[in-house]
């Protein structure tokens, strides 16, 4: 059904009588704008969570004048809506605490304004979810504009070959080699000033790289937009399409509804299995397929994950950045590749299917988008384990861990704070091997709270100095996608909530195996339940404001981390206007 503009929705607030539509008007033309700017053509909000303290958005000031520009010249409005910005380094104690709260910020924008349609602009990781979140709910036509990546760096280092770089996996990896005396200080300085030299979203497979991938494949944003880098000329231009198109959307009635079906979810799930996308999707992909109704769980995501191979060669499953990506063909290129696997008559925000979408993108680099006979890893981009330490499931990414661990059994070190893990680390007569299985609790959705990124446990600075660089770790926290290592995460229930992580003890024993997706604490169920009628749930410190409402209503990892409140198609009216 199409629309014309006796439907817009904005007319309720500009195109009645009375003192209200008279009041309305007043305060547009107190701006500086004509009463006839804003009668009878789409009004179009642009959510923009730049700011002054998110790097990865530096640049999404400027590139919100490109999208007016496109939608300027196609006959809409645009007004400009500063949304909360969330830089995933600098916000504390971490951006997850807040992405439920961007969702609702997103979705009572668009309720409570006199809009037609919505271009988001976002892309450091919490910032897609949570504003995708929220305008599925909302419900009216939005089209995503990805931030786009920042460019590569190159680390240079006589005698030794050209390596490139990028943010977050080699912070860590360096991070490891300069603690075990491998990077020296003056080079450690000069990294700091280097590895991101660009605004635009961190450049590995990380989870801002995987969310708008996810992002595009679930049909909300254009054609390749998700691999754009920030600083080529052709992003402006899509930010232009975007501006352009959303007004063209309006008039189709071209809503989320008609988008997130089932079968877009699915398309979603296998591109963020060949990307190797980052364990945070399946958090995020679960609670935006709940915001569109769609039943979706972790495990459909490990089922997924058993058919389609890890065909990007990107950091840190694989060796390249998302520049080599974007110039290899992008998105479209890698679902040609798995287009088996795709539901290819899925409409996306171009009025296309994704089917007609993707016809002739074919891969322009074979090494960075490998051939389904050629994948990067023989292991899966995600496993979800389930067994008695997590019965509702845990997650690990086989594809960026040590295949020596993938069946493992260890002696259980356990800690209950990341300042007690980290003091423990320094210390040089830690009771510990390269076998140790470090465990992190008190680390989850309501015990942290916000599930913060510190899943990647340190390795011992004893071990480090050994030569260790993996060990199995196991935590109810997150890790960032550009992370690494054989790191179990998101164990639900969390401990806060009463899982068994919770009675875990140093000098238990622990066994995990990826192949048999189990995951075994081996204490017997009597001494579990004595253990249990000792344990008293940690203390909630937090009494008022938005931390007391999370920890009350945020939903466990294998739901998806959404407010219990939020979840669902429930219809919620439109504003009165009086
Ligand atoms: Fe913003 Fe990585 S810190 S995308």
Redesign the pocket.
């Known amino acids: 059904m199409t629309k014309t503009t006796a439907d817009l929705r904005s007319r309720r607030w500009f195109n009645a009588s009375g003192m209200r539509a008279f009041a309305h008007r007043q305060r547009i033309q107190q701006m500086g704008l004509r009463r006839e700017d804003v009668m009878d053509r789409p009004i179009i909000g642009l959510i923009n969570t730049w700011s002054d303290l998110s790097?990865?958005h530096a640049h999404l000031r400027e590139r919100a004048e490109a999208v007016k520009r496109g939608i300027l010249l196609a006959g809409g409005m645009p007004f400009e809506l500063p949304a909360m910005s969330l830089?995933?380094?600098l916000v504390k104690p971490t951006t997850m605490l807040y992405r439920n709260f961007l969702a609702m910020e997103v979705e009572e924008l668009i309720r409570s304004l006199p809009l037609d349609g919505v271009v988001l602009l976002a892309?450091?990781?919490k910032t897609v979810p949570g504003t995708i979140m929220g305008a599925t709910s909302a419900g009216l036509p939005f089209i995503f504009c990805p931030a786009g990546p920042m460019l590569n760096d190159r680390y240079v280092r006589a005698g030794q070959p050209e390596r490139r770089i990028g943010?977050?996996t080699h912070t860590r990896m360096f991070w490891d080699e300069y603690q075990a005396g491998a990077v020296s200080d003056a080079e450690w300085v000069q990294l700091e000033g280097r590895m991101t030299r660009s605004p635009g979203?961190?450049n590995t497979m990380?989870?801002?790289s995987t969310m708008a991938g996810i992002a595009e494949a679930l049909g909300l944003t254009l054609p390749g937009a998700s691999s754009i880098p920030a600083m080529d000329a052709a992003h402006p231009r899509m930010a232009t399409d975007c501006g352009e198109r959303i007004v063209a959307m309006v008039f189709e009635d071209l809503t989320p509804a008609k988008l997130l079906t089932p079968a877009a979810f699915h398309n979603a799930a296998a591109v963020t299995m060949a990307m190797a996308g980052s364990t945070n999707a399946s958090i995020h992909l679960l609670a935006m397929a709940r915001r569109a109704g769609v039943s979706y769980g972790l495990q459909d995501l490990d089922a997924m994950a058993r058919q389609v191979p890890v065909l990007a060669n990107l950091f840190p499953s694989g060796e390249g950045l998302m520049e080599d990506f974007h110039y290899a063909g992008g998105l479209p290129a890698l679902m040609n590749r798995i287009r088996a696997h795709l539901k290819t008559d899925c409409l996306t925000v171009n009025g296309r299917t994704l089917g007609e979408n993707l016809a002739g993108r074919t891969a322009q680099n074979d090494d960075v988008i490998r051939p389904l006979d050629r994948p990067v890893s023989t292991a899966p981009a995600l496993a979800v384990l389930r067994g008695n330490l997590a019965p509702h499931g845990a997650v690990i990414k086989p594809s960026a861990a040590s295949e020596k661990f993938f069946k493992h059994r260890g002696r259980v070190l356990v800690f209950d704070s990341p300042a007690a893990l980290n003091a423990a680390c320094a210390d040089p007569a830690l009771d510990c091997d390269e076998n140790t299985i470090l465990v992190l609790r008190n680390a989850g959705p309501i015990g942290a709270p916000g599930m913060p990124e510190w899943g990647n446990l340190p390795i011992p600075k004893k071990l480090l100095d050994q030569g260790v660089r993996d060990m199995v770790r196991i935590s109810d926290a997150r890790m960032s996608g550009?992370h690494y290592g054989t790191c179990v995460l998101h164990v639900s229930p969390e401990s806060a909530a009463g899982g068994v992580l919770a009675l875990v003890q140093n000098g238990d024993m622990l066994r995990m195996d990826i192949a048999a997706r189990e995951l075994e604490l081996e204490v017997d169920e009597a001494e579990l339940a004595r253990r249990r009628a000792a344990w008293q749930p940690p203390a909630k410190p937090y009494t008022r404001g938005f931390v007391r409402l999370y920890q009350e209503h945020v939903t466990q990892a294998h739901e998806g981390c959404d407010f219990d409140f939020l979840q669902g198609t429930g219809d919620t009216p439109e504003p009165a206007i009086y």
């Open positions: 790097p990865c830089g995933e380094v892309g450091c990781d943010a977050g979203t961190c990380g989870t801002a550009t």
